[in-house]
């Protein structure tokens, strides 16, 4: 039996060993600054600035707090931080997808952590400057 090697079901385990790395890109002649491999790095808050009086914010892991006004006009939870972190499974939008390939049906949560080494890719985060 060879112990290096790890499954989930059928499907070998892959784990991505590449490093975090930031650059900037050109897209459609603008500049983003690119880090690839995000999700190696520890979770970050990202805010969203809104010219009303509208908030936004979002974990690097999906979760999500956005409101009106203040606190009390939450749409989702009002949270710490940290709390925002680990929340991403049960806070915003939930992508599920079947993919048909190869003769078999396969099951894709490209935002959750479940699948983690299921699936060989790459994260990237992109910010316009």
Do not use: C
């Amino acid at each position: 039996m060879n112990k290096k090697l790890l499954f989930v079901g059928n499907q070998k385990v892959e784990i991505n060993k590449s490093p975090v790395k930031g650059d900037f890109i050109n897209i459609d002649d603008e500049t983003f600054y690119k880090i690839s491999n995000f999700d190696k790095m520890s979770p970050f808050l990202i805010s969203i600035v809104s010219a009303t009086d509208h908030w936004m914010y979002i974990s690097s892991k999906g979760g999500i707090s956005a409101g009106r006004k203040n606190s009390d006009n939450a749409l989702f939870p009002y949270t710490n931080d940290d709390t925002l972190h680990d929340i991403h499974e049960i806070t915003g939008s939930k992508t599920i997808i079947k993919i048909l390939g190869n003769k078999k049906l396969y099951l894709w949560e490209p935002f959750s952590e479940n699948y983690s080494g299921i699936y060989s890719l790459t994260k990237n985060f992109y910010k316009n400057i």
